[in-house]
Every structure is written in structure tokens, then in C-alpha cells.
């Protein structure tokens, strides 16, 4: 079975500090696909990034980047200099490659004080 | 260029009544998913369509809830005679098509439809 871990509940940070949100999977499958969604207050799901399981350099846009590193089952969200904005609920995600359910971890409640 | 559009956002009902939620998917989409979202925890898979078809529905409760998606017109959710336990977040997501099953499609998600049992 698939499971998504996502251990920090809740995190605050002061703005321009960089924050990091852990994730954590377990699989059987050797091919997978993982993402990362944001869910503002106004209630929406909005896609972040997709990775599949054989690609596992690192990405970065902007002031998000993702680091993936599968001999730990990870796939770690950071955000440098982290603004009032990114407050949010974040969601790591993991499907099978031919699948088409999302399993979700139960997410991280990100605060940014200014 | 509109999104995944679903509504009502809000809905209460009494319990034993029927509640009925609507999803427009991303124009092209021809997939559509439906997630609940219980308070404090994740979103949980319940069922996958295409148009006319049920694809999955290994995540649907099975008595007093189904789905459809028509030819025509939105996808919809239907919850008969709910219970307090059925208040929740319910969101739609759409792909768009391709490969069937394939897991590489990225789901675009609705704001959701928060169902109040009272």
C-alpha cells in the first residue's frame, strides 16, 4: 500500500526566514510519480510540482525548491526567504505510474509572520 | 480561461436529507476525481470518471453515495440521507486525457464544496 507521511503538523517562521517541509513515502512500486500542492486560505488546491521516481535531481523555481532523494523516501519542500504570502497549508502527494488515485499526506500548516 | 469550478462552495443539510455537489473540470478535461477531505486530516480518494464512465471508485462508500459524470453538463456527487459523519471538504479535480491510468496526469483541483451536516 501507498503512504504519505508528512510529520510537521504546523510551522511558523518570521518572514525572509527559509523554511523546510518534510515528506515521506512509502511505496512497493519502483515507478511512481510524487507532487507537492498549496492549499491558501481561500480554500483551492493549487499544483506545485511533479516528479516521477526516476528523476531525481533537484529543482528549483523561484524561491521553492525540492529536493528528492529516494534511498530515504523523501521529498523535501523548501522555501527561501519565505513571505506573508506562502502561509498555506502544503500537500505532498504520491500516485502510481499508471494510477490515477492521489494519496495525500495530511499536509503542513505553514505561518509566515511578518 | 476557468478552472476546475465547483458549487455549491458552502451546503448544509439536515440530516436524512440529500446533497447534491456539482463540478465543472478545466475545459478539455475529460477525467474528473472527487476527494474528501475530513477536518485535521489529508484528502482521500474516492472515485475516478470519465465521461459516462466509472472508472474507480475504490474510495466511495458503499451505500448512499454516487457519482456521475454525463456527456453533457457537470460531474456530480450525491450523498443520500446524510449523517453529521458525511461533514466535510469534497474536492473535484480534472486531467486532461491521455494515456488511461496514466498516474503522470497532474490533477487541477476545485476550491471545493464544504458540506455541513447539522
Not at chain 1, 504546523?10 to 527559509?18: L, T
Not at chain 2, 456539482?22 to 474528473?32: E, L
Not at chain 2, 453538463?73 to 494515456?99: N, T
Amino acid at each position: 500500500a501507498q503512504k504519505v507521511t508528512q510529520a510537521q503538523t504546523e510551522i511558523s517562521v518570521v518572514e525572509k526566514e527559509d523554511v523546510t517541509l518534510d515528506c515521506v513515502y512509502e511505496t512497493r512500486d519502483t515507478t511512481y510519480y510524487l507532487f507537492w500542492y498549496k492549499q491558501p486560505p481561500s480554500g483551492e488546491l493549487v499544483f506545485l510540482i511533479r516528479r516521477n521516481s526516476f528523476d531525481e535531481q533537484n529543482e528549483i523555481s523561484g524561491r521553492y525548491s525540492w529536493n528528492f532523494q529516494k534511498s530515504t523516501s523523501s521529498f523535501n519542500f523548501t522555501i527561501t526567504a519565505s513571505q506573508v504570502v506562502d502561509s498555506a497549508v502544503y500537500f505532498c502527494a504520491l500516485s502510481k505510474a499508471y494510477g490515477n488515485k492521489l494519496v495525500f499526506g495530511a499536509g503542513t500548516i505553514l505561518r509566515v509572520k511578518s | 480561461n476557468a478552472g476546475v469550478m465547483q458549487n455549491p462552495r458552502h451546503l448544509v443539510r439536515r440530516r436524512g436529507q440529500e446533497a447534491r455537489l456539482r463540478c465543472s473540470p478545466v475545459k478539455g478535461h475529460s477525467h474528473v476525481y472527487w476527494y474528501r477531505q475530513l477536518p485535521e486530516e489529508g484528502l482521500k480518494f474516492m472515485v475516478y470518471l470519465q465521461k459516462e464512465n466509472i472508472i474507480d471508485e475504490s474510495g466511495m462508500p458503499k451505500e448512499r453515495f454516487s457519482a456521475e459524470f454525463p456527456k453533457e453538463g457537470p460531474s456530480i456527487l450525491r450523498i443520500q440521507q446524510v449523517v453529521r459523519g458525511d461533514s466535510a471538504a469534497y474536492f473535484c479535480a480534472s486531467s486532461p486525457p491521455g494515456m488511461p491510468g496514466s498516474g503522470k496526469n497532474i490533477q487541477y483541483f476545485g476550491a471545493g464544496t464544504r458540506l455541513s451536516v447539522l
